[in-house]
Nanobody, 127 residues
Framework: QMQPVESGGGLVQAGDSLRLSCTLS????????MAWFRQGSRKEREFVAG????????NYEDSVKGRFTISRDNAKNTLYLQMNSLKPEDTAVYYC????????????????????WGQGTQVTVSS
């Protein structure tokens, strides 16, 4: 029904910043709970940050609190993940994910609750 599309990954050095972007193939991004997940060398998909479709409540994985910021620009219909003070352990493929339309309840940190996934964008942080 819809396909998130990510962009903005790249190769940076520790301490640098990147901003990832995500769109939802013409769907209004502010009608879906959205999240960023990542899959690194552990081969385990990990919740990074999420935002509610209404009210702009956010949630972050502990290791990125204070460094990463998830946000939406509704005029541009784009979701962002601003990543500052990047560390080598942040190296991973980052995925944009969406739940079903207008979900009720808190932000989920479980990948099984997300119905739509992008192809991923590679972030590599060198030391």
């Amino acid at each position: 029904q819809m396909q998130p599309v990510e962009s903005g990954g790249g190769l940076v050095q520790a301490g640098d910043s990147l901003r990832l972007s995500c769109t939802l193939s013409g769907r209004p991004i502010n009608r879906f709970d959205m999240a960023w997940f990542r899959q690194g060398s552990r081969k385990e998909r990990e919740f990074v940050a999420g935002i509610k479709w209404i009210g702009d409540t956010t949630n972050y994985e502990d290791s990125v609190k204070g460094r990463f910021t998830i946000s939406r620009d509704n005029a541009k219909n784009t979701l962002y993940l601003q990543m500052n003070s990047l560390k080598p352990e942040d190296t991973a493929v980052y995925y944009c994910a969406a739940r079903v339309y207008a979900t009720i309840g808190p932000i989920s940190t479980s990948g099984v609750d997300y119905s739509y996934w992008g192809q991923g964008t590679q972030v590599t942080v060198s030391s």
